[in-house]
């Protein structure tokens, strides 16, 4: 039995049987480029764990992936949460996007090894493209995983849903610190903040959640701001 299927499994995580072997695929050709590149720091025994179980517990415990949705992974590093959910989920329309060249290339190679054609990669910066037409507002989700903080993910992320889907923050326990500033950047790029959702799992330490933000309207244009300003000037809640 594989890896990442038994901690799947355990977990109840709802994946169709025949997904299991490009998982396993995908878990391998991560730690074997792994090798010449930086892609993870996680130790080979915690991937199935911390990567693949971590990326898909909302496929569980949230009614976000509905079929044929149409998702973009925003600063997906080597592939999480996007890429495993495109493994899992074949119904899904997965952009992934990433600035580094080098970790485009492992993307691409585990596209064309587990033979996803819903999948395409993307080297841009979420600045730059969330301002592009073919992009803007065109996402029923955009999604990110250990990126930055809500505030700045907002600006990166609500540019490329539409009015009606979500923003999805993947979150560590600093959750509850980064909601107050998190939620006034979601009101000015269009967006309303939800309660976060808690994920849970015996092979996962720590607490976990998803934090969806709903698109109410749209976001205005001056948003998202020039490459590095999301970070260097995020967003914040206005001083009382």
């Not at 901690?7 to 396993?24: D, K, N």
């Not at 693949?52 to 998702?71: I, Q």
């Not at 790029?189 to 976060?196: A, N, P, R, S, T």
Request: aromatic fraction near 6%; charge should be neutral.
């Amino acid at each position: 039995m594989g890896e990442v299927r038994d901690c799947l499994l355990r977990a109840g995580v709802p994946v169709e049987e025949s997904r299991f072997a490009l998982l396993e695929t995908y878990r391998d050709m991560l730690l074997d480029w792994n090798t010449r590149m930086d892609l993870t720091s996680v130790p080979a025994p915690d991937v199935a764990a911390r990567h693949f179980l971590d990326s898909l517990l909302p496929l569980r415990d949230t009614a976000f992936f509905v079929p044929g949705a149409r998702v973009i992974d925003v600063g997906t590093g080597a592939g999480f949460p996007g890429l495993a959910l495109a493994a899992a989920r074949p119904d899904l329309r997965v952009t992934l996007l990433e600035a580094q060249g080098k970790r485009c290339q492992f993307l691409n190679a585990v596209k064309e090894a587990l033979k996803l054609d819903h999948v395409r990669v993307i080297q841009e910066r979420a600045e730059v493209l969330g301002q592009h037409p073919e992009h803007r507002e065109q996402y029923d989700l955009a999604v990110a995983r250990a990126v930055a903080a809500l505030n700045v993910l907002g600006e990166y992320l609500l540019p490329f849903v539409g009015v009606g889907g979500y923003a999805l923050c993947w979150k560590g326990p600093a959750a509850a610190e980064e909601m107050a500033d998190g939620r006034a950047a979601a009101e000015k790029l269009g967006g309303e903040m939800e309660k976060m959702i808690a994920l849970s799992a015996d092979a996962l330490e720590g607490k976990r959640y998803v934090v969806p933000i709903r698109k109410i309207e749209k976001t205005v244009p001056q948003y998202p701001r020039k490459n590095g300003t999301p970070a260097k000037r995020p967003l914040k809640a206005d001083k009382k």
